[in-house]
């Protein structure tokens, strides 16, 4: 009765495991954007903003704490042209600007290991012994491939500095958060990607304006 | 679908008709089927799967009726394209694409009663009754959010067996899958499809 049901437990086994692994290859690499606002904050109340030339950067290395030259540029610039195009007139910070913006990047370099089984496009090929060992039908050589991916995630807040109180406590009236996987070489990518996020952030928030 | 449901009964009936007398006999039955499915909650996703089987096993207790026991499992899956998420209030707003998989996997009794019985087909109505199992995952970037969870299952169908031999034969049916399992995540109260399945029987006497 055994050497019955084990083949069929194992049939059932590997029947119910067809499942489908996604061709996540549709997906598009594109950030994925994230905003949350004040409900109550009216933003034609604000004429003027302030955002420095520099990125805030949160990665591995302590030492990498800020963005700046071309890259950071263009990040910002982006961020004044969605800013400028909403009618708000960009000021120096001494000059009392009535919101505030911060841009910061954090790159986190993830290394993992993903195992897979037969599913996963090893269809038809087993391993030697596989042919001489009639009832292990389950059994096939393990295989692993490491990856190592960087996320980066972006966050862009804009602050009440109008309306700050006499202890200088800054409320956030609008935030930004844009995630995704990051190049692990290429710089000039993420740039890329999280200028088009911060693009995206601004045209999901068409209450933002002067 | 309404189409093919009325089809396969005016044939089953056309058949019992036709076929009075028979010395078909069954008794213990097993049947694998592939199974295409077409997913009615359109909210998540709507695109019809042929990615699906079924296995059963049928005791008959009498010439016209079985009981028994099975699973059948479907692999659901449709890519959404980018857009823009927001919540009721105006809050909050998210934009993405993705991957939205359902995996289902019912495991279920059931009983089957047979009309008439010609020489060659026989056709049959039934329900199976139990539990379903199932997955549901929302691929983005490369992040995955998934649910799983367990539901009372009831899969009413109607079907037909063609006989080859009195061991072995084709079989097809037509059912409708309905399971309680929810999801808070992806805001999923049930989930219910409409299955058709191709497949063979063996039957032993």
């Not at chain 1, 109008?162 to 000039?188: P, R, Y």
Request: net charge neutral; with cysteine.
């Amino acid at each position: 009765m055994k050497p019955k049901i084990v083949p069929l437990v194992a049939l059932i086994a590997a029947i119910v495991s067809c499942r489908k692994v996604p061709d996540t290859s549709e997906l598009s690499n594109q950030q994925v954007v994230a905003t949350d606002r004040d409900l109550a904050a009216n933003f034609s109340d604000y004429n003027t903003y302030f955002i420095s030339d520099s990125v805030s950067v949160v990665a591995n290395d302590p030492k990498d704490s800020i963005l700046t030259g071309a890259l950071a540029a263009q990040l910002v610039n982006a961020v004044k042209t969605n800013m400028n195009s909403r009618g708000y007139s960009f000021v120096a910070r001494t000059a009392s600007p009535h919101l505030g913006l911060r841009l910061t990047v954090i790159k986190d370099i993830t290394r993992t290991a993903i195992c897979g089984g037969w599913w996963d496009g090893w269809y038809g090929y087993y391993p030697p012994w596989y042919w001489g060992c009639y009832y292990c039908g389950g059994y096939y050589y393990p295989w692993c491939t490491t990856y190592t991916y960087t996320i980066g995630t972006s966050t862009l807040y804009i602050f009440d500095v109008k309306n700050q109180g006499t202890n200088h406590n800054l409320k956030a009236l609008w935030g930004a958060t844009m995630f995704g996987v990051f190049s692990t070489t290429n710089n000039q990518t993420n740039a890329d990607l999280t200028t088009t996020a911060i693009n995206q952030a601004f045209s999901q928030s068409p209450y933002i304006k002067k | 679908m309404k189409k093919l449901i009325i089809l396969l009964y005016i044939s089953a009936f056309g058949v019992c008709s036709i076929n009075a007398q028979t010395d078909w006999h069954l008794k213990d039955m097993g049947i694998l089927n592939w199974q295409i499915a077409t997913p009615l909650n359109t909210d998540y996703l709507k695109e019809t799967s042929l990615a699906g089987g079924s296995l059963e096993y049928r005791r008959f207790i009498k010439p016209t009726m079985s009981v028994g026991i099975g699973f059948s499992w479907n692999s659901f899956e449709q890519y959404i394209s980018p857009r823009v998420y927001e919540k009721p209030d105006g809050s909050q707003a998210l934009y993405t694409d993705f991957i939205h998989q359902v995996y289902t996997l019912p495991i279920y009794l059931n009983a089957h009663y047979y009309f008439g019985g010609g020489e060659k087909m026989k056709p049959y109505a039934g329900i199976g009754l139990g539990a379903q199992y199932s997955e549901q995952d929302a691929y983005y970037n490369i992040f995955v959010t998934e649910e799983k969870n367990w539901g009372f299952v009831a899969r009413p169908e109607v079907g037909l067996l063609y006989r080859f031999t009195n061991y072995f034969g084709l079989h097809g049916n037509v059912g409708f899958n309905y399971a309680t399992n929810k999801s808070d995540a992806f805001k999923i109260d049930n989930l219910k499809h409409v299955y058709y399945s191709i497949g063979i029987y063996w039957n032993q006497y």
